[in-house]
């Protein structure tokens, strides 16, 4: 019997359309899975209330025969750093713990507005600071696969003490995909945290091209880099929510107007007609034995199945980390400074003076990462550091000139990796500061995001331990949709196991399931 959960968003959709099955079961599902995996702390706030409500009105609609759209019914989670009205919305972070925004983030009311059915918000990094989920007010997220029979016949692991992360810093939505509580999820990405946590947990997570997407509603990290990222357990599933999240927004004057395209991935899709640009410098220091060999098995695939196959060269990538720790914490040291607890989130009850109360609120609401970032952001912006954040600014240009260049050489897509591992186990992830493990987890992917170009992570293969390997595609700016048809391209080719379901209760795994993911 087919586990109406584990269905594909067109799948699912088609299923309500038909009468299969009704919203409200369907919602009535999600919502016990989310309890049946409630030890992956992969959410902050289950909106089980409103979630109903909505899924009765899509029900009421669909009986009519007069759906919104094609997300009538179908239920989606929200990283908890979109606001959402009414709903809490914390950032993972004391500061916000208890602020419920006034509106909807744009992204949200549009998934809503096509019928879909929120379930609650997801944890991560406070702040969206973090590569491996592992340092938000409300606790770690682990990962579905520590609980997955491949992981634990592989390495012997005891589910409670040897569970592995799911990547940061949107490692709620990829968990609540993976374990199928959800069947999409929005995440966030400034460096990688929407591909980084999907590389990790087995699904497909899209950044899209900056601007394609409006940020109205995401509370900032870095304004020139922040990208809404779309979380699913398949290509054609990425590409229905674009359609839906995609265009212009007169609330975010950074947005650009969707290109014009079919709303569908093409089935007949040739890679023949296309060149795969592999580069050079990606041979990362610390790149897993493995990630490299799967790195090579798709990219002989792309050679056996006609496409042009060359190596290419992106020389300033090597400065990308540094370039991108300037920006980002001058920006963070710009964003945080609305956080003083005068007119919403967290205040000290200290009133010897309003400097004091600044000093203790921020101090209390903050972690050690937030403030880490705010002291050294306001160092590069100190009048006589100022140098270092133009310099930087410099960079910038140079590696998004790199990507500019090789694109007009003639290569349609890069093929890279997107972690230099599987998923780390919290034990050892947590041994090293959140700095550099951020800095090593993003190697592959921040330089997109300053280049400001659309990339995706498609799971290939599980590792020696069972755990998901993912590959990482990227394209020319606003080419978002052909890079979701090569995607599915290698989706198709890799043949990655099913998605694994996490355990079901706290001590029963779903090893049927799971066993039969190792049979690739």
Same mark, same amino acid.
């Given at each position: 019997?087919?586990?109406?959960?584990?269905?594909?968003?067109?799948?699912?959709?088609?299923?309500?359309?038909?009468?299969?099955?009704?919203?409200?079961?369907?919602?009535?599902?999600?919502?016990?899975?989310?309890?049946?995996?409630?030890?992956?702390?992969?959410?902050?706030?289950?909106?089980?209330?409103?979630?109903?409500?909505?899924?009765?009105?899509?029900?009421?609609?669909?009986?009519?025969?007069?759906?919104?759209?094609?997300?009538?019914?179908?239920?989606?989670?929200?990283?908890?750093?979109?606001?959402?009205?009414?709903?809490?919305?914390?950032?993972?972070?004391?500061?916000?713990?208890?602020?419920?925004?006034?509106?909807?983030?744009?992204?949200?009311?549009?998934?809503?507005?096509?019928?879909?059915?929120?379930?609650?918000?997801?944890?991560?990094?406070?702040?969206?600071?973090?590569?491996?989920?592992?340092?938000?007010?409300?606790?770690?997220?682990?990962?579905?696969?520590?609980?997955?029979?491949?992981?634990?016949?592989?390495?012997?692991?005891?589910?409670?003490?040897?569970?592995?992360?799911?990547?940061?810093?949107?490692?709620?939505?990829?968990?609540?995909?993976?374990?199928?509580?959800?069947?999409? +999820?929005?995440?966030?990405?400034?460096?990688?945290?929407?591909?980084?946590?999907?590389?990790?947990?087995?699904?497909?997570?899209?950044?899209?091209?900056?601007?394609?997407?409006?940020? !109205?509603?995401?509370?900032?990290?870095?304004?020139?880099? $922040?990208?809404?990222?779309?979380?699913?357990?398949?290509?054609?599933? +990425?590409?229905?929510?674009?359609?839906?999240?995609?265009?212009?927004?007169?609330?975010?004057?950074?947005?650009?107007?969707?290109?014009?395209?079919?709303?569908?991935?093409?089935?007949?899709?040739?890679?023949?007609?296309?060149?795969?640009?592999?580069?050079?410098?990606?041979?990362?220091?610390?790149?897993?034995?493995?990630?490299?060999?799967?790195?090579?098995?798709?990219?002989?695939?792309?050679?056996?199945?006609?496409?042009?196959?060359?190596?290419?060269?992106?020389?300033?990538?090597? !400065?990308?980390?540094?370039?991108?720790?300037?920006?980002?914490?001058?920006?963070?040291?710009?964003?945080?400074?609305?956080?003083?607890?005068?007119?919403?989130? !967290?205040?000290?009850?200290?009133?010897?003076?309003?400097?004091?109360?600044?000093?203790?609120?921020?101090?209390?609401?903050?972690?050690?990462?937030?403030?880490?970032?705010?002291?050294?952001?306001?160092?590069?912006?100190?009048?006589?550091?100022?140098?270092?954040?133009?310099?930087?600014?410099?960079?910038?240009?140079?590696?998004?000139? $790199?990507?500019?260049?090789?694109?007009?050489?003639?290569?349609?897509?890069?093929?890279?990796?997107?972690?230099?591992?599987?998923?780390?186990?919290?034990?050892?992830?947590?041994?090293?500061?959140?700095?550099?493990?951020?800095?090593?987890?993003?190697?592959?992917?921040?330089?997109?995001?300053?280049?400001?170009?659309?990339?995706?992570?498609?799971?290939?293969?599980?590792?020696?331990?069972?755990?998901?390997?993912?590959?990482?595609?990227?394209?020319?700016?606003?080419?978002?949709?052909?890079?979701?048809?090569?995607?599915?391209?290698?989706?198709?080719?890799?043949?990655?196991?099913?998605?694994?379901?996490?355990?079901?209760?706290?001590?029963?795994?779903?090893?049927?399931?799971?066993?039969?993911?190792?049979?690739?």
């Amino acid at each position: 019997m087919v586990n109406i959960l584990s269905l594909t968003i067109k799948e699912v959709a088609s299923a309500l359309r038909e009468g299969r099955i009704s919203p409200t079961e369907l919602c009535r599902k999600c919502l016990n899975h989310i309890k049946k995996t409630k030890h992956l702390n992969a959410y902050i706030s289950v909106t089980e209330e409103l979630a109903m409500k909505q899924a009765q009105e899509a029900e009421e609609r669909l009986q009519r025969g007069a759906p919104k759209g094609p997300l009538d019914g179908v239920p989606f989670a929200v990283k908890d750093n979109f606001c959402t009205e009414n709903i809490r919305t914390t950032c993972a972070s004391l500061m916000l713990k208890d602020y419920s925004p006034p509106y909807n983030a744009t992204v949200v009311q549009k998934l809503q507005d096509q019928g879909g059915v929120l379930l609650g918000k997801t944890n991560m990094d406070e702040f969206a600071m973090g590569a491996g989920s592992t340092d938000g007010a409300f606790g770690p997220v682990r990962n579905p696969w520590s609980y997955a029979a491949p992981y634990r016949e592989q390495t012997g692991a005891e589910p409670d003490r040897d569970w592995v992360i799911s990547g940061g810093s949107s490692g709620g939505s990829a968990a609540a995909v993976a374990s199928l509580s959800s069947f999409l +999820a929005l995440g966030s990405d400034t460096g990688g945290s929407t591909r980084n946590p999907g590389a990790l947990c087995g699904i497909v997570a899209l950044k899209p091209t900056y601007g394609l997407v409006s940020r !109205h509603g995401l509370i900032p990290l870095v304004n020139s880099m $922040d990208v809404p990222g779309i979380m699913t357990r398949s290509a054609e599933d +990425a590409a229905i929510v674009l359609g839906v999240l995609q265009g212009q927004d007169v609330r975010d004057s950074t947005t650009v107007p969707a290109p014009s395209s079919p709303s569908e991935l093409p089935e007949d899709f040739d890679v023949r007609n296309i060149c795969v640009g592999v580069p050079k410098e990606y041979h990362a220091p610390g790149l897993s034995p493995e990630t490299l060999a799967q790195w090579s098995r798709v990219a002989d695939a792309f050679e056996r199945a006609g496409a042009r196959v060359e190596q290419v060269s992106l020389p300033h990538t090597q !400065h990308s980390i540094v370039c991108y720790h300037v920006l980002c914490h001058a920006e963070v040291a710009s964003n945080m400074a609305r956080f003083d607890g005068l007119e919403y989130g !967290h205040r000290s009850s200290v009133q010897s003076s309003t400097e004091a109360m600044y000093a203790s609120t921020r101090h209390q609401g903050f972690n050690h990462v937030v403030r880490g970032r705010i002291l050294s952001g306001n160092y590069f912006l100190l009048k006589q550091n100022f140098h270092y954040f133009v310099k930087a600014q410099q960079v910038r240009r140079l590696i998004a000139d $790199d990507f500019r260049r090789v694109f007009l050489s003639g290569v349609d897509v890069l093929l890279t990796p997107t972690t230099l591992a599987d998923a780390a186990r919290y034990s050892d992830f947590t041994q090293e500061d959140n700095r550099t493990r951020s800095a090593q987890e993003d190697v592959f992917t921040q330089p997109v995001n300053m280049a400001g170009l659309p990339a995706v992570t498609v799971p290939t293969a599980l590792s020696s331990r069972g755990l998901p390997i993912g590959l990482q595609l990227i394209g020319p700016a606003l080419q978002d949709r052909a890079l979701l048809a090569v995607a599915r391209w290698v989706e198709r080719r890799v043949g990655f196991p099913s998605i694994v379901e996490s355990r079901t209760d706290a001590g029963t795994t779903n090893r049927e399931q799971a066993s039969a993911a190792t049979q690739t």
